[in-house]
């Protein structure tokens, strides 16, 4: 499924997906929070093709709390889980709220899409 325009999740998050070389990329824009980490959830989860690799894109995110980094938590061991790639991509200042908590790596984190396009294909 992809969708070329943003769909509205909450008042503050809006969500869009594509697929490049066979990796879903989900990408996201406004405010990832406890107020919109339901729909964040269900969006990916809604969304997710068998075998196929994603990326979560957040370079659009203007704020990320701490339930929007549970969010990506369960979305990774989701991932995991399912054994599909998983990487994310922030802004600087989501890449450094990721790295506050030190779930860089574990949320595979990555400073460009090509970077984490280019890790998913490996």
Do not use: C, H, P, W
Not at 22 to 47: H, M, P, R, Y
Not at 74 to 84: M, N
Not at 87 to 106: E, M
């Amino acid at each position: 499924m992809i969708i070329e325009d943003f769909q509205k999740l909450t008042v503050s998050l809006r969500g869009n997906i594509d697929v490049k070389t066979n990796i879903i990329v989900f990408t996201f824009k406004g405010q990832l929070d406890a107020f919109s980490e339901k729909q964040f959830k269900t969006f990916v989860n809604k969304n997710l093709e068998n075998d196929l690799s994603y990326v979560i894109d957040l370079t659009k995110i203007d704020f990320v709390d701490s339930s929007g980094l549970g969010a990506l938590v369960q979305t990774a061991k989701e991932s995991k889980k399912l054994k599909l790639g998983f990487s994310v991509v922030g802004n600087s200042r989501v890449a450094q709220t990721i790295k506050l908590v030190r779930l860089g790596d574990f949320l595979n984190l990555k400073s460009s899409l090509e970077d984490a396009l280019n890790f998913l294909k490996n």
